[in-house]
C-alpha cells in the first residue's frame, strides 16, 4: 500500500522560499512519475509540477520558472523547491501520481505567503 506525507509547508513572506518533502512507501517509487498538486480554498485542486521516472519534468504556467521540482530515488521522496513566493501561491500542496496512477491522498502541507 502506497502512502504519501507531504512536508515542509509554512507561513513566509513574498518573495521568500520553501521547500516541500513528500515520503512515498512501498517500492514502486522509482519507476512511477510523481507529481506535486495545490488547492487554494474554494478553489479545485491543480497540477503544479510533475516528474518522470526519467527526470522529465513539466511545470504549470503560473509557477514557471520559480518552482523546481526534483526526486530522490534512494529516499522515496520528491521535493518541490519553490523560489520568489506570492500570496496567489497559498494554498494546501499535496503529492501523488498522475492519472490514471493515482493514490490515497496524504494530509497535505499548508502553505501560507503574505504581502
Known amino acids: 500500500q502506497v502512502q504519501l506525507v507531504e512536508s515542509g509547508g509554512g507561513l513566509v513572506q513574498a518573495g521568500g522560499s520553501l521547500r516541500l518533502s513528500c515520503a512515498v512507501s512501498?517500492?514502486?517509487?522509482?519507476?512511477?512519475?510523481w507529481a506535486w498538486y495545490r488547492q487554494a480554498p474554494g478553489k479545485q485542486r491543480e497540477l503544479v509540477a510533475s516528474?518522470?521516472?526519467?527526470?522529465?519534468?513539466n511545470y504549470a504556467e503560473p509557477v514557471k520558472g520559480r518552482f523546481t521540482i526534483s526526486r530522490d530515488n534512494a529516499k522515496n521522496t520528491v521535493y518541490l523547491q519553490m523560489n520568489s513566493l506570492q500570496p496567489e501561491d497559498t494554498a494546501v500542496y499535496y503529492c501523488?501520481?498522475?492519472?490514471?496512477?493515482?493514490?490515497?491522498w496524504g494530509q497535505g502541507t499548508q502553505v501560507t505567503v503574505s504581502s
Open positions: 512501498g517500492s514502486i517509487f522509482s519507476i512511477k512519475a
Open positions: 501523488n501520481g498522475i492519472r490514471p496512477t493515482q493514490f490515497a
Open positions: 516528474i518522470s521516472s526519467g527526470r522529465s519534468t
